[in-house]
């Protein structure tokens, strides 16, 4: 089915055009349309952004406000199945392109307000800055663009589902909506108990012990956990004193210092705590953390005419199919197509 399935994308930056990549490893035939002269945003921003999105896609350059290229815009609408756009509110109304045949997907940083937003917006205004950080630091952004990443992947969720209607469907997914799913079990604590969640650097609000010691993480997400811990390190004491979480959370500091003075003493904690069924790793630096993934046989890298990107985690679903395009790489081939009378198969 997926091969039928044509995707023309209009989108810029990054949650679109990760949701069009979604669609690509998924086997959809992407057709990117692209300003002339620059492209996309990202094409502009160094090599890492636009090689991370924008696999198994082709490129056209069209000047949307140019009428012979409008024309062929329209075209390629009226034989997509699916459209994804990111124009700011009423942007891709007043270009007049009509509708696909099947879906339209529509990503905004604020729903219909036309306010400008990127992810590092997104993280202050919606809340996650707040609550990112050390206690006593200042608020920061998560090391990676997360919004943009999330609210991606809802949109590709929401074309997968409206692709199975059998009328044409009409979806909407906004940056700041996202953004506030994305604050999870921060977001339920403020609406049902109404308090205001705050930093707590690497600790979890809620789960003790579940932070950092050195550098090295441990997350012991039960009381089975902390009792096979305590084990480990000589402290079946602290098992004994604080056997529920409730009661670890009272007295998280105690024990922490507890870990800490006990994690000092010797060495190889990661492979014994392990070996106890204890959650724990290291903090791996970028290059650390994919030897990781090697070493553990997930060959998380896909290597397309030597493009390097991140393999896509749709195990046994998305394969890819090309590297990211040259602006305009299939231009010629896909606008001669888009002036044929009939609309005939994809070039």
């Known amino acids: 089915m997926w091969r039928r399935v044509l995707v023309a994308d209009f989108s810029r930056v990054l949650a679109g055009p990760i949701a069009t990549q979604t669609l690509a490893d998924l086997g959809a035939d992407v057709i990117k349309v692209e300003r002339p002269g620059t492209g996309d945003d990202t094409r502009g921003w160094g090599p890492s952004y636009f090689l ?7 490129s056209v350059a069209l000047d949307l406000k140019d009428p012979a290229d ?7 609408v009226a034989r997509a199945d699916v459209v994804v756009e ?20 529509h990503i905004t ?13 997104l993280q202050a205004l919606s809340g996650l800055m ?9 608020p920061l952004k998560v090391g990676a663009a997360v919004i943009d990443l999330v609210s991606g992947l809802y949109a590709t969720v929401a074309i997968l589902a409206a692709l199975q209607e059998d009328e044409f469907r009409r979806v909407e997914v906004s940056l700041m909506d996202s953004a506030l799913v994305t604050l999870l079990n921060q977001a339920t604590s403020f609406l049902n108990e109404g308090t205001s969640p705050r930093r707590k650097g690497n600790r979890h609000p809620s789960i003790a012990p579940y932070e950092t010691f050195g550098d090295m993480a441990v997350a012991c997400g039960n009381d089975a956990m902390f009792i096979r811990l305590c084990s480990v390190i000589g402290r079946d004491d602290l098992a004994e004193r604080f056997p529920t979480n409730a009661e670890r959370l009272e007295h998280r500091d105690e024990i922490a210092a507890a870990l800490e003075a006990a994690f000092a003493a010797g060495d190889d ?20 953390a994919f030897a990781f993934a090697e070493s553990l046989g997930l060959d998380p890298v896909w290597e397309l005419d030597g493009v390097r990107t991140v393999r896509s ?6 394969e890819p199919t090309s590297r990211p395009p040259r602006l305009d790489e299939h231009g010629d081939a896909i606008r001669s197509w888009l002036r044929e009378s009939a609309p005939a198969g994809s070039p």
């Open 109 to 121: 940083a604020f729903g219909s307000n036309d306010l400008p937003g990127y992810d590092l917006l």
């Open 269 to 288: 904690w990661v492979a014994r705590l392990n070996a106890a069924g204890v959650p724990a790793g290291t903090i791996n630096d970028v290059p650390a």
């Open 130 to 138: 707040h609550v990112t950080g050390e206690e006593d630091g200042r």
């Open 313 to 318: 985690p749709l195990r046994g679903l998305a």
């Open 52 to 58: 991370g999105l924008n696999r198994g896609k082709r």
């Open 86 to 105: 990111s124009f700011r509110p009423g942007v891709w109304e007043r270009l007049a392109l009509g509708d696909p045949k099947r879906v339209s997907c």
């Open 70 to 76: 409008a024309a062929l815009a329209r075209e390629l």
